[in-house]
C-alpha cells in the first residue's frame, strides 16, 4: 500500500468494521472488466459444459445462473492469487488473508459468477456467507464486483448494517436454486437497517462474511453479471461440528432440487 492509499484504505475499514459492508469505487479498470468478462464468456462456453460437479447453477431454459468451480480454470487460478485483490481483503480485515483459490477446504475455490437475466423473477433470499462456511474466529469477506451497470431495478444487493457484530442467526431451507439456507427470522427490523449501492462496472462492494444480504428480482430489461471471491483470514479455522450440520442441511436442499427438476419434466 502507497502512502497515498493509506487514509482511504484506512477509511474504507472504518465503515467495513462498523457496517459490514464498503463500496470501493473503479476498483477494475475498464480494460479489466474486459478481459474478466472475456474469460467467463470463455468458461461457460469451453468449459462449464463438461463440469459434471453440482458447480454450475443453471435456469430451467438452461441458462447458467450461477458458477462456483471457476478456479479449475488458469486464468481464475492466477486471479484469486492476485495482490490487487488480496491486499484489499487484508486491508479491510486488518490481517493477511488466504488466495481464492482451490484448498484443502474447498474443491471448487472461493469465487462465483452469478447472472440474473433481465426480468428473472427469483430473489437472493437473506443469508450470511458464514453460515455456509463456518469459520472461527469469523475474519472472512466477500469482494463483489460488478460486471454490469447495477440498481435497484435489475437486482442490486441489499445489506444489512451491522450484523455482523451480531453473530450467525438461524437458518432454515431456501427455495432457491444456488443458496441452500435463508435467515428465518428476518424481519422488519432488518429490512430498516438495510443499504444498497448503484454500481458502474467495475465498482466493488465488499461485506463481511457474517452481514446479512440479499437481493430482489430483476424488473429491468438489463441483465446483471458479478463476480466474487471470498477471503478469509490466515488464522481462521473452520467449525467441523457446525460444518457438518451445514452438509446435512446441503444434502436435504439438493434433494428439493432434484424434486422441482423431476416435477418440471413431468
Known amino acids: 500500500m502507497t502512502e497515498s492509499h493509506r487514509p482511504r484504505q484506512l477509511e474504507k475499514r472504518a465503515t467495513f468494521l462498523r457496517d459490514g459492508v464498503v463500496p470501493v469505487r ?3 479498470t475498464e480494460a479489466e472488466v474486459g478481459r474478466l468478462t472475456s474469460a ?3 468458461f461457460m462456453r469451453e468449459t462449464a459444459p463438461g463440469l459434471t460437479d453440482g458447480s454450475v447453477v443453471t435456469s430451467q431454459t438452461g441458462a447458467i445462473r ?3 468451480n471457476l478456479a479449475v480454470d488458469p486464468f481464475f487460478e492466477a486471479l484469486g492469487r492476485s495482490p490487487k485483490w488480496m491486499s484489499l481483503a487484508a486491508a479491510l480485515l486488518g490481517h493477511p488473508v488466504c488466495p481464492a483459490v482451490r484448498d484443502e477446504y474447498s474443491n471448487w475455490g472461493w469465487q462465483a459468477f452469478f447472472s440474473v437475466p433481465p426480468g428473472a423473477a427469483e430473489s437472493t433470499p437473506p443469508h450470511q456467507d458464514n453460515y ?4 472461527e474466529p469469523s ?3 466477500s469482494l463483489w464486483v460488478a460486471l454490469d451497470a447495477v440498481d435497484g431495478s435489475n437486482g442490486c444487493v441489499r445489506y444489512v448494517r451491522g450484523s455482523h457484530l451480531k453473530g450467525l442467526r438461524r437458518h432454515s431451507l431456501s427455495e432457491h436454486q444456488a443458496f441452500s439456507q435463508t435467515v428465518a427470522d428476518y424481519g422488519p427490523d432488518d429490512r430498516m437497517a438495510e443499504t444498497s449501492f448503484d454500481l458502474e462496472p467495475g465498482d466493488l462492494v465488499a461485506h463481511h462474511g457474517q452481514t446479512i444480504h440479499r437481493s430482489f428480482p430483476n424488473v429491468s430489461g438489463r441483465r446483471r453479471w458479478a463476480f466474487a471471491m471470498f477471503f478469509r483470514s490466515t488464522r481462521c ?3 467441523e461440528e457446525a460444518y457438518a450440520g451445514y452438509l446435512r442441511d446441503l444434502a436435504e436442499h439438493g434433494r428439493w432440487r432434484r424434486a422441482v ?3 418440471a419434466t413431468e
Not at 455456509?132 to 469459520?135: I, P, Q, T, V
Open 40 to 42: 467467463l464468456e470463455r
Open 132 to 135: 455456509y462456511y463456518r469459520w
Open 26 to 28: 473503479h476498483f477494475l
Open 237 to 239: 479455522k473452520r467449525d
Open 139 to 141: 475474519d472472512t469477506l
Open 261 to 263: 427438476e423431476h416435477r
Open 66 to 68: 450461477a458458477l462456483d
